[in-house]
């Protein structure tokens, strides 16, 4: 049985359909002889998608009075294309994790700048997931330990205090780490890009880098709840033609 597409998904979980700006970007970028005109073209049109380009472009800037790079032509040569891919399924991605935690959390999760989100200064849950096929990358999930141990006692029903068992907490994260790098697999597949999605692992760290390959995109994202904070970065390369 084939995966389901994006806006299967969506009527199943009543989320957002993907806009058609998002549409349109992903197909030129899987075509990989995308006109940078068309695209920039596109991206333009969209505040929401542009605004993140130029965040994503200009990595140290701590406002946009601080920007280097300022308009969406000069991104895109600094960034590449591979870039787009990620900003384009961005919207979707961050509207079905929401729409995760309030159906399945109860819990209302706002996205918001990740510059403005303290990093964790002890050590914290991280939930990792690839995936490979026409395009490969990986799902990175952080979040606290305490955070973490919220998100399984929603999920198994208990007070955070009667959770000793380790185990059901990484098996929490991974479960939601499945969810949100399935939407993302769902719409590289609905883009052209069939990639197949990988086992989670869940472990402890105080330490998180990320290593860029050339032609990749990179994108951090960062979410706020009560009692509650988590990192999503996302990397895709979208022309590897696995």
Known sequence: MPDPSYNELAQLYGLDPVPESVLRLTQLVARQNADLDEIANIISADPAISQRLLRTANPRAATEKDYEITTVEDAL?????????????????????????????????????PKTVRPFLSEYVLGTINFSGKATGWVYLRLSIEGARLI?????????????????????????????????????????????????????????????????????????????????????????QG
Request: one cysteine or more; proline letters at 5%; aromatic letters at 4%.
């Open 77 to 113: 040569r600094h960034n590449g294309l591979g870039c787009v891919l990620l900003l384009a399924m961005g919207t979707p991605l961050s509207l079905a994790l929401m729409k995760t935690f309030k159906t399945m959390l109860g819990l209302k999760l706002d996205g918001v700048n």
């Open 152 to 240: 399984a006692a929603r999920v198994l029903g208990v007070d955070p205090e009667e959770l000793k068992d380790r185990s059901e907490v990484d098996d929490a994260v991974g479960e939601l780490l499945n969810i949100v790098a399935g939407n993302f697999k769902s719409h590289l597949c609905d883009a052209g890009l069939d990639s197949t999605l990988h086992t989670p692992i869940v472990t402890r760290t105080t330490r998180f880098t990320i290593d860029t390959p050339q032609g990749a995109g990179l994108e951090h994202m960062a979410f706020t709840a009560p009692d509650l904070k988590l990192f999503v970065d996302v990397m895709v390369n979208p022309w590897t």
